[in-house]
């Protein structure tokens, strides 16, 4: 039987690659596309990456429908940067799922279809101007606490690709704070339109950090191979601890009642979120899943003519290229 040689040789190079895979994780070196990886640690990334990519482009959406009724030119060119922003890093996201084999465009069928997930908070509506600020103001804030530890993900590419995401959520969430710092100085009905976005924003951006540990299928198996640093609940407390003294200086209340500072703890204690919310949220029957989708999808078929174009000019170069070899 001339295969049966070779399946235990093959059962050998794969312990020893296995092996090898192991030693990266241990080391606390970074894995490359060209390393051999178990086929559940490319499942674990391709999701968790591709969730986070359609996660930027869903999530210009809510921002994206007040470029065109900003109150000033300064605030339209602030959102319409900051949106863009949230595109390339879209962009960079889908380039590094693709470093693990994945097509671009079964990522964006998966995602229209609903077999892949984006981020719950990208199902709430944006009601006034001031949401806008508090998306920059909380929600890149949860973005950035949650990110952070994944600029040392133990995927090279995904890790690299969150330095650069990082720094600019981090000037998207000043430049929130900054836009509700004015309108908190400005009439009693703009502080109302403040108090009442953090009202609404409050408990969908604490949902943003997953299911509660306990509930969390994938944190265990993800920090062994060091893809998360923290636990889903560790980042949500410090992302609490963060944003209460902001908020105190902002002069705007959360809405939790039993938000108070434990020092015993030595952080805040909080409510819990509505988890059964969550997960009508995940499930697709949130306030804006099909409006989200419906738009995306919109998009994608409205762009079918420049992916064509992009493809035909890739292969007239190709054979003009060749032709001259
Ligand atoms: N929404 O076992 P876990 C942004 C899913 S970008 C929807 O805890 P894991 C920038 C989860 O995928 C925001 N689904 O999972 C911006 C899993 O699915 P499965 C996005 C959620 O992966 C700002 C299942 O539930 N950020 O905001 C959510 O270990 C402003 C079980 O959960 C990222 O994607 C959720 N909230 O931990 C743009 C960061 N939570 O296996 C515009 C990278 C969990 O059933 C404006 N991702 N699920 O298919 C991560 O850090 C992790 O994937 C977690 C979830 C922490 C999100």
Redesign the pocket.
Known sequence: MPGAATVPEAGLAEAALEQQFERTIARDQRVEPRDWVPDAYRA?MV???A??AH??II??Q??GTWITRAPSLRRKAILLA?VQD?AG?GLYLYSACETLGADRADLTGWLISGR???????NYPALSFADTGV??WL??G??IC??VP?CRCSYGPYARAMIR?CKE?SF?QRQGYEQLMTMMNGTAAQQEMVQGAVDRWWWPSL?????PDA?????AQ?MAWK??RHT?DE?RQRFVDMTVPQAEALGVRLPDPDLRWNPTRGHHDFGAPDWAE?RQ??GGNGPCNAQRVAHRKAAHEAGAWVREAAAAHAAKQAARDGAVA
Request: hydrophobic residues 35%; negative net charge; proline residues 6%.
């Open positions: 674990t999701r968790q990456i969730q986070h996660s930027e999530g210009m809510p921002e900051k949230e890093h892949q997930k984006y981020s719950s908070i990208f998306i920059g929600v890149d949860a973005a949650n990110q994944l995401i959520e998207h949902m943003m950090f997953g299911p509930a969390s299928p994938n944190t993800s893809i998360k889903n980042l969550f949220v995940v």
